[in-house]
């Protein structure tokens, strides 16, 4: 945990047994009851996690559409977030996937959605599954170090979950990355999903 965590530049990590529960304890960690977050129509947080976020959390994912490049336009980002009142779900959460559908998300890209997303008060997640596959395409694209690469994907994102066994070689396992506040939070609802490891 303090590894990966260091690796990606973030304070506290949790070690988790599957990408799914990473991502599903990231969901809970940033949003309550009656939130939703917005995500890609086609991103394994909405449409491969069995709805865990809806049936778990009362979390109410709002999906988008994808453009041809896997990206999602901004102005559909901005469209989809809600006005604070009371007859619509609060918007708490911009969650994102790199790489998507195989294809490397541009950093440049990256850097626009979170930084809308931070404009309107949202907190973003990174579905980072194959993040390394991105950080390796991202450094033999502008030469540099694949470690750094790495870092400066996951700097745009409040929360990583990355996949020990998808590019990394590992049988299993995923770590979520975050504040300490955010891992201490992910820390619970892990150990009340049934992902509490005393060994």
């Not at 529960?21 to 491969?48: F, I, P, W």
């Not at 901005?78 to 009371?86: Q, T």
Request: aromatic residues 6%.
């Amino acid at each position: 945990q303090d590894r990966i965590a260091a690796m990606l530049g973030k304070p506290a990590a949790l070690f988790l047994p599957t990408g799914t529960q990473s991502n599903l304890c990231a969901l809970m960690a940033h949003c309550g009851r009656g939130d939703e977050y917005l995500v890609g129509q086609h991103a394994h947080t909405y449409k491969y996690e069995g709805g865990g976020a809806a049936v778990l959390g009362s979390i109410q994912p709002q999906p988008i559409a994808h453009q041809a490049d896997g990206t999602l336009a901004l102005a559909d980002i901005a469209s989809a977030i809600k006005p604070l009142d009371d007859h619509f779900a609060r918007t708490r959460l911009l969650a994102l996937e790199n790489t998507f559908g195989g294809q490397v998300m541009p950093l440049g890209w990256q850097c626009e959605a979170t930084a809308l997303a931070r404009q309107h008060g949202l907190a973003t997640h990174l579905d980072g599954a194959r993040l390394f596959n991105a950080a390796v395409a991202d450094a033999a694209r502008d030469g540099s170090d694949v470690l750094a690469s790495a870092h400066r994907i996951a700097a745009l994102y409040d929360s990583v979950s990355v996949c020990f066994s998808k590019g990394l070689g590992a049988p299993a396992g995923s770590a979520l990355v975050g504040s300490t506040a955010l891992i201490a939070s992910a820390r619970r609802w892990r150990k009340m999903l049934g992902g509490g490891l005393r060994q």
